[in-house]
């Protein structure tokens, strides 16, 4: 059984350019997290997504940032525009069940460099 | 609401001495607590989780950590350190209240030395 897959693991862009983060979570895992990790800091929570649900938002930055989970296919994060301080590790997670009994399995991240 | 304060931002310890890492919870409810590990440039795994069963947790690579309602703590200790133990660890709390959906809430970690 696979683990979590994100690509790229390491993604470069400009200034104002988009950058697409691409998540798969393990096969029978319908239940996807997105963390970011800014340098010298913990993991934060951004968005909680069920198949094709935005469950919980809450961590999400309101501009700029979007993330789907659709039928088919990998979870996506979507940042539009991007700025310096966008540069970070976004780590996706997956469970089978939104418990907070169930561990959450983690991806080895996407390292976003904004120049 | 619920957080978590890692109490050390780095511990050295020497190869075959013990290990102590400390973690303090804050939580609304009965919360579940894990110890996850970040070696560098790579994905966190699960060291041990502890989900209001038995309050000495044992995880894996020799790590364990006890649940203190009373102190809010979650400390994590090996017995003897090796080298192949350097790396980040996260404290992580989740709450099951029914709006938490069970996202984590980490600390800010911990940096693990092992000295030969």
């Known amino acids: 059984n696979a683990g979590v897959m994100q690509n790229p693991r390491h993604l470069v862009r400009r200034r104002g350019q988009e950058a697409r983060l691409r998540c798969s979570p393990m096969k029978g895992h319908s239940h996807v997290y997105w963390y970011r990790q800014l340098p010298e800091e913990g993991l934060k929570f951004m968005v909680y997504?069920?198949?094709?649900?935005?469950?919980?938002e809450s961590g999400m930055p309101k501009e700029r940032f979007s993330a789907e989970f659709p039928k088919e296919g990998p979870s996506i994060l979507r940042i539009q525009q991007v700025v310096r301080g966008d540069s970070a590790a976004y780590f996706c997670?997956?469970?089978?069940?939104?418990?907070?009994?169930?561990?959450?399995?983690f991806g080895p991240g996407t390292r976003l460099t904004v120049l | 609401a619920q957080s978590v304060t890692q109490l050390d931002s780095h511990v050295s310890v020497s190869e075959g001495t013990p290990v102590l890492l400390r973690c303090n919870y804050s939580s609304s409810y009965s919360p579940s607590l894990f110890w996850y590990v970040q070696h560098p440039n790579k994905g966190l795994q699960l060291l041990l989780k502890y989900t209001s069963a038995a309050t000495l947790v044992k995880g894996i690579n020799g790590f364990e950590a006890e649940f203190k309602k009373s102190e809010t703590s979650f400390h994590l200790t090996k017995p003897s350190a090796h080298m192949s133990d350097a790396a980040e660890y996260f404290c992580?709390?989740?709450?099951?209240?029914?709006?938490?959906?069970?996202?984590?809430?980490f600390g800010q970690g911990t940096i693990l030395t092992v000295h030969p």
């Open positions: 992580v709390v989740s709450d099951p209240s029914g709006t938490s959906y069970g996202k984590l809430t």
């Open positions: 997504l069920q198949k094709e649900n935005i469950i919980d």
């Open positions: 997670a997956s469970s089978p069940l939104s418990s907070s009994y169930n561990e959450q399995f």
